[in-house]
């Protein structure tokens, strides 16, 4: 009985009936944004090479700030058991990368970012497709900008400083940051006395130059939220192997990388905060580590921990936010030779969507709307 229900289960998600229950729902979210970012000279990296300079930049224009609209079919099948799909689109200034668009701010058009099928039921809620990792959630949830993240904590958050927030591609070492959504099975449990959690096994069977292994990605989090309790508690780590590794930061730190066959990267976030009506703050340390195996000169390591202090309040018409975000010096191995990263670091303050990023003189102000239905 049971396996004939979960095949019903399966079918019914797969082939999302006519009389389901649908909902539409999306945000658009158009901004203006002013940026400019300084001239800075050419001066020695981490791994003893010059580092160019580059021309300082200034800019306004219209972008946008996540906007999304999503399609969601339910269906009760019984026993308390459900079945459904989804789909959400992002516009071209989209925020959440993958590992498919090679371009630097993802396709043209609109893209499907997050897209499955579902079964759930009292035990949790069973996705197979491209979701969000529980990393990447746990980041969202706790945004005090609600989830317009271009211009939130990923400017620091989630890399080591490199790997930017889209793929830059190419040679078999996809650069990326943690920040990401990815094809896989997805778990998110239910509430129990406050925990719940996610799961998440993600692949993209692409196979890399060397050691010509898939792409993996493996990542978990906990979150406690007691009910009517001033505080809250959470925690996420994401595991990924043959991805990118330390080879996209060599060059931006000087260097070159030979030899390598292999990576593991992985980042754990551990955090929490307090709620005082419609005010909220919290503090969250992340430990992120990216390795290439086999290097036989030249960078094979690299690591950098982080804190971020998230404050926002609750408005009639939305949130209030400001975050306050600081990376600390990375620190690596450079085989055959030193790695000195001092002055590496760097902090931002954001208000509302405006901040510094990682490493440089640049700044950013961004005032927009944003529509939910």
Do not use: C
Not at 104 to 132: D, H, K, V
Not at 185 to 200: A, C, E, K, Q, W
Not at 209 to 222: C, K, L, R
Request: charge should be neutral.
């Amino acid at each position: 009985m049971k396996q004939k229900l979960l095949a019903v289960a399966v079918l019914s998600a797969i082939s999302a009936p006519a009389f389901a229950d649908v909902t539409i729902a999306g945000v658009i979210a158009p901004l203006i944004n002013s940026s400019r970012s300084d001239t800075t000279a050419a001066a020695t990296g981490a791994l003893g090479g010059t580092v160019a300079g580059a021309q300082g930049v200034s800019s306004l224009g219209f972008q946008d700030a996540s906007s999304r609209f999503s399609i969601t079919s339910t269906e009760d099948l019984g026993n308390g058991m459900t079945a459904g799909a989804f789909v959400q689109l992002r516009g071209s200034d989209g925020t959440f990368p993958d590992y498919n668009n090679t371009g630097a701010q993802g396709s043209s058009g609109l893209t499907a970012f997050r897209y499955g099928a579902s079964i759930g039921g009292g035990w949790g809620t069973l996705e197979l497709g491209r979701n969000f990792s529980p990393y990447t959630w746990t980041m969202i949830l706790n945004d005090p900008n609600g989830g317009a993240i271009w211009y939130g904590p990923f400017a620091i958050m989630g890399q080591a400083g490199g790997q930017g927030l889209y793929l830059n591609g190419g040679a078999g070492n996809t650069a990326h940051a943690f920040f990401r959504t990815g094809t896989g099975v997805h778990y998110t449990s239910p509430d129990i006395n406050g925990f719940s959690g996610r799961l998440s096994w993600m692949t993209e069977s692409a196979k890399t130059a060397a050691p010509n292994s898939d792409v993996t990605e493996f990542g978990g989090s906990i979150d406690f939220k007691p009910a009517d309790m001033p505080f809250y508690l959470g925690a996420a780590y994401q595991s990924r192997r043959n991805a990118n590794g330390a080879l996209p930061m060599a060059a931006a730190l000087g260097g070159a990388q030979t030899g390598g066959a292999g990576s593991t990267d992985n980042v754990f976030l551990v955090g929490g905060g307090v709620k005082f009506g419609d005010l909220k703050a919290g503090f969250w340390f992340e430990s992120l580590k990216y390795k290439t195996d086999g290097v036989t000169a030249g960078l094979s390591e690299l690591k950098r921990n982080a804190f971020w202090i998230p404050v926002s309040y609750a408005l009639p018409t939305g949130n209030l936010g400001a975050s306050f975000i600081m990376a600390q010096d990375l620190k690596g191995t450079n085989v055959g030779g030193t790695f000195d990263g001092a002055s590496s670091g760097g902090k931002t303050f954001q208000r509302v969507y405006a901040g510094n990023g990682l490493g440089g003189k640049t700044s950013s102000f961004v005032v927009g709307l944003q529509h939910s239905f």
